[in-house]
């Protein structure tokens, strides 16, 4: 099934200063573009699939081998970039750390500091490229991190936010500082949508 580039809901510019509208731009209409475009070279040459992209993500042994690699990385581009542009947000009402998964954070975690520092701590020891990420593993909240465009779900656990750590992620703004975008990102978070997807 072909897959889409959809448009952001907000204009690049909404989250400065956080996120700078440059990088905005060329993060959406150039890095997860092309993954979108690779994505369906890949699902060209199998045009009798019918998966839906995220049982394809989360049954990789299913994908023909000859794309596996392809729908991997690229299928995990798309998925995670789709799910990265939903849990930013320059809503301010949306931004507020409220609803059962801020509850149910403080429980696990113990507080929203000490939530904050585990998944700072989770982007940081991410060598190279990849995610760090709040998911559900077995109904139990847990944060974890993943390498390139590799999903959770591969490992059979449901996001429910996700911080991109690829360079091209912060370094216009934040160059080589990456513990400063982490520290940063917290300020745009949609609340509102990593308790949706809790619930
Ligand atoms: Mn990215």
Not at 58 to 66: F, T
Not at 85 to 110: L, M, Q, S, Y
Not at 166 to 191: G, P, Q, T
């Amino acid at each position: 099934m072909k897959q889409v580039l959809h448009p952001l809901e907000y204009k690049y510019d909404a989250l400065e200063p956080v996120i700078d509208a440059k990088t905005m731009e060329i993060h959406h209409s150039k890095h997860h573009s092309t993954y979108v475009d690779r994505l369906n070279e890949a699902l060209a040459k199998h045009p009798e699939l019918k998966m839906e992209l995220d049982e394809m993500i989360s049954n990789l042994n299913k994908v023909p081998e000859d794309i596996r690699i392809a729908v991997k990385n690229n299928g995990g581009g798309h998925l995670n970039h789709s799910l990265y542009w939903e849990i930013i947000t320059p809503d301010k009402k949306k931004r507020e750390f409220k609803g059962e998964v801020a509850d149910a954070i403080v429980k696990e975690f113990g507080s929203f500091e000490k939530f904050k520092e585990l998944m700072i701590d989770s982007g940081m020891k991410r060598f190279g490229s990849g995610w760090a990420w709040l998911v559900l593993n077995k109904g139990k909240l847990e944060i974890c991190s993943t390498a390139n465009q590799d999903s959770p779900l591969s490992e059979g656990k449901k996001p429910l936010l996700c911080i991109d750590v690829w360079e091209h992620a912060y370094y216009l703004k934040f160059m080589n500082k990456r513990m400063d975008y982490l520290k940063e990102i917290w300020n745009v978070i949609n609340w509102k949508k990593v308790d949706e997807l809790f619930l």
